[in-house]
Every structure is written in structure tokens, then in C-alpha cells.
């Protein structure tokens, strides 16, 4: 049995607002959290005891959508328009080597860790073999976090390599092949599947097939929707459908398993269907600012009731993985949007951070909340630092004025990943030249290209 306490700090378990403990503590036994409780902790023996005095207890972040091998590609390309950026993020699959996967991957899954992230969904698209996805699967389980992997599949469309374009029955197949080598043996890691950006890069056909192939194996759909004004005209003048999510319905696409990415640009209509079809949305205001795609109206789905989660997106569109500067931007950019400065609260906010995008990925009843009975994924924010304090209002200030770098303490399904900022699992260093060297390699094999 493996016990570790948390013990003196302020908790703030994201079960509802106003739901704070002072001074508490909170214990997990073989990664089950089983007392969640004010005072002091009762000494068990052969436990781990962390001393959290001064710090804030979180649920771990959770990343509802990002693409992990993009740190390669920080601010490479830049100041394009989005179908222009798009293609040469495609381009990349003609060198792209599982090296690189798997470097690129580390690096951010460890971006992610070292910023209070415990879950990510890894949206996974540029195939050009199986062996990509393996190695990027294997990055996230041996970083410790907990992963959702999207692997998703494109089967057409102008800017799309040949290299990366597949059949069903071959994308089946590989995801199959993938989740028979994790044999349900990780309960860290669900995968997901899904069109990448409908309708631009997959068919008709793929669309249905991908529904009766998720609903075949229970797992769910993830899918770049809406984000571009450009994917949008596509699909009206291609399709005659008024919007994304309209031509997705007639396949049966949005459900309660499916989350989409970006859904930037909807109609009321559509907002009401994701909210009728309990579709969860990954918002990544970071990356549509970046890539001039628009404001989600984010106000709107909340307000409907879809479920809303925070995404950064991959650095490519980003350049980080700070899930503490997503909700700052999340929360400014709705401000601005309706140029009302009350139109979305902190706590919503956070909740989208925590526990909104837990429920989004399928995993509500796993983290996301510091309570008994779920998983410990939890991060200690050390909130004694000059550009948080003095605290007048922890929540407000946990989303705009932490930055990633304040998380001093990461536990991920109970194991310990990160103390005092350095890194328990991962080889902090090892990674960041392991990163350096794939970047060399894959930029000299694009200029070659
Ligand atoms: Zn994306």
C-alpha cells in the first residue's frame, strides 16, 4: 500500500463554488484519494507526508486538446492565413519520424507537467505510418500523465500529403493494433478517434464509418471543428451546408463522447445541438488568437450548457503549454468579445480548467475534483510570490495571476511527478536535448525535402 499526504494547505476541491478548506489536508492510498479534510492529517505509517504550508491545492489541469510534438515547431510558421498554415503543419508528415514523435512529445508532455497539467488530449493526425502514434503513446505513459489519445484520421483533401492519407480499414486497423499493445493494461490512458479538421480532410464516407467505429469499440470522437471562417465557406460552398456542426449531424458526429475543438465559428443552431447532443467543446483561446480565427462564443455554449474545456492547442499555434495563461486569455477574451466585464466569472473559468474539461474527455468520474473516491491528480501552487500577492480573491487570482511556472508539486494517479519544481520521473534535461536534436534533425529534413 502507497499513502501520501498533503498536508497544511489551503484546498480548493472544485466541487462547487465557495468550496474552500483553509487549513486541511488531503491523503490518497495506491493513488485513491480517501480523505479530503480540514486540520490536521492523523500520521499513518510508512507514508509519504508532503509539508504544503503557504501553498494552494489544486485538482491537476486538465489540457483538452493539444497536438505534442508541435513544441518542435515553436514559432516556425507564423502571420499566415489559417489554410496556408494548415498545409505546411501537413507537410511536416513527409519527414516526420517517430524520433521526432516521440522527442517532441516528451518535451511537451513535460511542458505540461512542469505547468500543473495531470491530463492531456493528445489530438493526433499526421500518420505517414503507425509507427508515429506509437511512439507518441509511449511518450505520454512514461511521463506519468494522465493521457486521452485522439487518433484521428484524414482521408482526402488538396493539402493533405499522400503519405498521411488513409483508408478506414488501414486507420482502423492501426488504432485497433494500438490499443491491443496497451491491452487495457494503463487506466491512465483512453483513446479517442475522429475526423482531424471535417470537412476538408475527410469524406462523407469516413465521417460515417468513424461514427459506427467509435460506437463498435466505446470510444470517443475528437475533431477540429468550426475554427477558421475559411473551413466554414468550404463547407458552404462545397457541401451547401450552413456550418461545420450542420454537416457533421447528417453522420451522426456530435454525442455525448465526442469533444469539439475550437467551434469557433457557430450558428445558434448549432449551439443548441452540441448542447442537445451533450457535445463537449475544447476552447483554445491562445491559439485562435494566434492564428487570427475569431473569438469563440464561448458566453453563448455556457449558457446553453455545453460543456466547455480549456485546450492550448499545440506550440505550433501557441508556442507554450501554460494552461494558467489559457484561462487568463479565456477570461479577457469573453470581456472583450461582449465588452462586458461581468460576462464570465473566475470560478467558471477554473471549472473549465478543471473539472469541466475532466467531464469533457470522458473522465468526470475520475478527476478533475479533489474528493474521496477519485484519482489524485492533484498540483500544489505555491501562491507566495510577488505577482500574486497579497491574496484578495484566490480564485480571480489562481486564473489571472498564476503562472505555470508557480506549481510547485504535480501528483498524477497518486504518484508523485514533480516536488519543489524538479521533476521526479522525467530527466528534465535529457528531454530538453533530446527535443533540441529531433527540432536540427527534422528542420534539416524539411529544407531537404
Ligand atoms: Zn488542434
Known amino acids: 500500500m502507497e499513502t501520501t499526504t498533503i498536508t497544511d494547505c489551503t484546498i480548493l476541491p472544485m466541487t462547487g463554488r465557495g468550496a474552500v478548506i483553509e487549513s486541511g489536508y488531503v491523503t490518497a492510498v495506491d493513488g485513491n484519494i480517501t480523505a479530503v479534510d480540514k486540520g490536521e492529517a492523523p500520521a499513518r505509517e510508512g507514508e509519504t507526508r508532503i509539508d504544503a504550508r ?34 505546411r503543419i501537413y507537410g511536416v508528415a513527409r519527414v516526420l519520424n517517430p524520433e521526432h514523435a516521440a522527442a517532441g512529445a516528451l518535451l511537451g ?17 499526421l500518420n505517414p505510418g503507425p509507427e508515429c502514434a506509437v511512439a507518441t503513446v509511449d511518450a505520454i505513459t512514461g511521463s506519468g500523465l494522465r493521457g486521452v489519445f485522439a487518433r484521428t484520421v484524414m482521408d482526402t483533401g488538396e493539402i ?69 471562417a475559411s473551413v466554414v ?55 485562435n488568437m494566434m492564428l487570427g480565427d475569431g473569438i469563440a462564443p464561448v458566453v453563448e455554449m455556457l449558457e446553453a450548457g455545453v460543456r466547455v474545456g480549456l485546450g492550448t492547442d499545440g506550440a505550433a499555434s501557441n508556442h507554450g503549454q501554460d494552461l494558467f495563461e489559457t484561462m487568463k486569455a479565456a ?54 510570490k510577488p505577482h500574486f500577492q497579497p491574496v484578495n480573491d484566490l480564485v480571480s487570482q489562481l486564473v489571472h495571476c498564476a503562472k505555470a511556472t508557480d506549481v510547485d508539486t504535480v501528483v498524477a494517479d497518486g504518484k508523485v511527478l514533480m516536488r519543489e519544481r524538479r521533476c521526479t520521473l522525467l530527466d528534465e534535461e535529457a528531454v530538453v536535448r533530446r527535443a533540441q536534436a529531433a527540432r536540427r534533425d527534422l528542420m534539416e529534413r524539411m529544407s531537404a525535402a
Not at 454525442?255 to 467543446?281: K, M, N, P, Q, W
Request: proline share 5%; with cysteine.
Open 109 to 125: 508532455c513535460l511542458e505540461n507537467l512542469k505547468g500543473g497539467v495531470t491530463t492531456v488530449c493528445e489530438h493526433n493526425f
Open 54 to 87: 503557504g501553498k494552494v491545492l489544486l485538482p491537476g489541469l486538465v489540457n483538452a486538446h493539444t497536438h505534442l510534438y508541435q513544441v518542435l515547431l515553436r514559432a516556425v510558421w507564423e502571420d499566415m492565413p489559417f489554410l496556408d498554415w494548415l498545409e
Open 233 to 287: 465557406e468550404v463547407t458552404r460552398r462545397t457541401l451547401d451546408r450552413a456550418g461545420v456542426v450542420e454537416h457533421l449531424k447528417d453522420f451522426g458526429i456530435p454525442g455525448e463522447d465526442a469533444i469539439f475543438a475550437h467551434s469557433v465559428h457557430l450558428s445558434a443552431d448549432e449551439i443548441r445541438h452540441l448542447a442537445g447532443t451533450r457535445t463537449a467543446v475544447s476552447h483554445n483561446p491562445v491559439s
Open 160 to 228: 493533405v500529403p499522400d503519405c498521411t492519407k488513409e483508408t478506414p480499414e488501414t486507420a482502423f486497423g492501426r488504432i485497433e493494433d494500438l490499443m491491443a499493445r496497451q491491452g487495457g493494461g494503463d487506466p491512465r490512458l483512453t483513446f479517442r478517434t475522429g475526423p482531424n479538421t471535417p470537412p476538408i480532410n475527410a469524406s462523407p464516407d469516413l465521417l460515417r464509418e468513424i461514427r459506427r467505429f467509435a460506437d463498435a469499440l466505446s470510444i470517443g470522437i475528437s475533431a477540429h471543428v468550426a475554427e477558421s
Open 331 to 384: 477570461s479577457l477574451l469573453q470581456k472583450v468579445k461582449h465588452q462586458d466585464a461581468g460576462v464570465i466569472d473566475p470560478y467558471s473559468v477554473l471549472c473549465m480548467g478543471t473539472v469541466d474539461g475532466a467531464h469533457a474527455l470522458g473522465l468526470g468520474s475520475v478527476c478533475g475534483t479533489v474528493e474521496v473516491g477519485k484519482r489524485a491528480d492533484l498540483i500544489l501552487v505555491d501562491v507566495d
